[in-house]
Nanobody
Framework: QVQLVETGGGLVQAGGSLRLSCTAS????????VGWFRQAPGKEREFVGA????????NYADSVKGRFTISRDNAKNTVYLQMNSLKPEDTAVYYC????????????WGQGTQVTVSS
């Protein structure tokens, strides 16, 4: 029901910041929880964080807690991932995904955007 596009990736030095955007084209975007995931070469996909449909609740992986912030603007059909104090180990392709609140399965995925952090 939702088509997702991630933008904002790029190359940044360690300690720098990037803001990723996940923009949806589906009319029912506001009813979905939105999550961020990442996958580095040779590694499995890992959970980064998520925001509830209302925007009132967020949660983060321990590896990014205190450095990354997720927010959403349903009027713009966009969810943001603000990444500060970036580390080389944050290098990965970042994906956003959606699911219905209360369900464990992430149903719809974007194409991903590359984030590379140099040391």
């Amino acid at each position: 029901q939702v088509q997702l596009v991630e933008t904002g990736g790029g190359l940044v030095q360690a300690g720098g910041s990037l803001r990723l955007s996940c923009t949806a084209s589906g009319r029912t975007f506001s009813v979905y929880d939105v999550g961020w995931f990442r996958q580095a070469p040779g590694k499995e996909r890992e959970f980064v964080g998520a925001v509830s449909a209302s925007g009132g609740t967020t949660n983060y992986a321990d590896s990014v807690k205190g450095r990354f912030t997720i927010s959403r603007d349903n009027a713009k059909n966009t969810v943001y991932l603000q990444m500060n104090s970036l580390k080389p180990e944050d290098t990965a392709v970042y994906y956003c995904a959606t699911k219905m609140p209360g369900r464990p399965v992430w149903d719809y995925w974007g194409q991903g955007t590359q984030v590379t952090v140099s040391s």
